[in-house]
């Protein structure tokens, strides 16, 4: 049978908008010392808006982007549907794309009129050894916008800045845990300029950029070699793996089916205060059985 105090934290974190799916993960919640979160979507709200687009060689700043959105078109990516939304305001009408392809944590790729396109990370820009000098994309970085990259039969062909909002919520939820003794932690796949600003803004000393969806998993083992006891707190299909990887694994009720069946608790409400919360009622519940 389960403990009468159980049952009542468990009836009362629902009431709070906190879901147990799994009562082990819920019991060793009490022990966490460290939180990994992911930042696009947990952190920040995830609705990117478009706010620059610099086009680079001789490409036409207007046609770059009717090629840019024809090819996000196809992607669910966060990024892709806001510059989908930004093209669609501007009467941008989309065209057809041939052999399209996403590329996980990377970008995306097709042709578009016949003509291979690509929007990518500054990362994968580097990979193809393909990087762009231009000091207007450098302000834009510098701005802490996220940069994805147009090219156009393997060229650069603009650069396309957009801006996440980081939700009021998260700060508080950073400075609680601190004061609970918890390490908080912050790992995406944006670049290291976005991820130095939203970690500073939110006062976050451990940070993680950079990193592609299969290596997550492996930032959540690294934590936990250093002797953590690992919460990972997350939104996508990315972050799946490292749910489970993790001692507790914590997911957005507003994320993908696949991360809230990945973990062992979900924030109804998606508000990231609801993570100390919820520690802090394992550490009541348990406390009053042993
Ligand atoms: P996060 O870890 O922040 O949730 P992802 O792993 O989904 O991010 O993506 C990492 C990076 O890959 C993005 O910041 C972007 O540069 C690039 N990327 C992924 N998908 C797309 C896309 N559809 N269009 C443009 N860029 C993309
Ligand atoms: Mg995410």
Redesign the pocket.
């Given at each position: 049978a389960v403990p009468l105090v159980i049952a009542r934290s468990t009836a009362l974190a629902a009431a709070k908008g906190i879901l147990i799916r799994d009562r082990i993960g819920f019991e060793k919640a009490r022990e966490v010392t460290a939180v990994v979160f992911?930042?696009?979507?947990t952190l920040t709200k995830g609705v990117f808006e478009v706010t620059d687009l610099v086009a680079l060689g001789s490409m036409d700043p207007e046609e770059a982007l009717a090629i840019a959105a024809s090819l996000?078109g196809r992607?669910e990516?966060p990024?892709?549907q806001s510059?989908v939304r930004y093209a669609k305001s501007r009467g941008v009408k989309l065209r057809p794309v041939e052999d399209f392809r996403?590329m996980?944590?990377?970008?995306?790729v097709g042709r578009v009129n016949g003509i291979e396109a690509m929007?990518?990370?500054?990362?994968y820009l580097k990979e193809a050894g393909l990087e762009v000098s231009d000091g207007r994309v450098d302000t834009l970085v510098r701005q802490g916008k996220?940069v994805?990259f147009l090219l156009v039969n393997r060229r650069p062909a603009a650069a396309i800045a957009l801006s996440d909002v980081i939700r009021e919520e998260s700060r508080e939820a950073i400075a609680t845990l601190k004061k609970m003794g918890i390490k908080p932690i912050m790992l995406?796949?944006?670049?290291r300029r976005v991820a130095e600003w939203v970690a500073k803004e939110l006062g976050i000393d451990e940070f993680y950029a950079e990193?592609?969806?299969h290596e997550k998993v492996e930032v959540v083992r690294q934590v936990r070699s250093k002797g953590h006891i690992v919460a990972m707190v997350g939104d996508?299909v990315?972050d799946a793996p490292a749910l489970i990887e993790a001692d507790v694994g914590i997911a957005i009720g507003a994320g993908t089916d696949i991360a809230i069946e990945s973990a062992d608790i979900v924030l109804v409400k998606n508000d990231p205060r609801d993570v100390p919360v919820a520690i802090e009622l394992s550490r009541k519940t348990y406390r009053k059985v042993v």
């Open positions: 992911d930042k696009t979507g996000e992607s990516h990024i892709a510059i996403a996980p944590g990377k970008g995306v929007v990518v990370s500054p990362g996220t994805v995406t796949g944006d670049n990193v592609l969806p996508g990315n």
